[in-house]
């Protein structure tokens, strides 16, 4: 069970990884918002041990908060 979870976890890094590629037409707020997303994805998993209800609040407060910062 663990092993799974942490394969979880680093895929999900890969995926961040990978996708913050795409970033390079998008706004400063977009992308913000994108980073913020996905940081908040992957620590909405991690504290609540791979929860799929956790890893999407934490996208959606983590995408919140991203869009809301400025400099």
Do not use: E, F, P
């Not at 680093?10 to 994108?34: G, H």
């Amino acid at each position: 069970m663990k092993s799974s979870k942490k394969m979880a976890t680093a895929a999900t890094a890969i995926v961040l990884a990978l996708s913050l590629s795409a970033c390079a037409n998008m706004s400063r707020q977009d992308r913000n918002t994108a980073i913020g997303a996905g940081v908040g994805a992957v620590a909405g998993s991690v504290l609540t041990g791979g929860s799929t209800v956790g890893t999407v609040g934490g996208a959606a407060v983590g995408g919140v908060i991203g869009n809301r910062i400025k400099k």
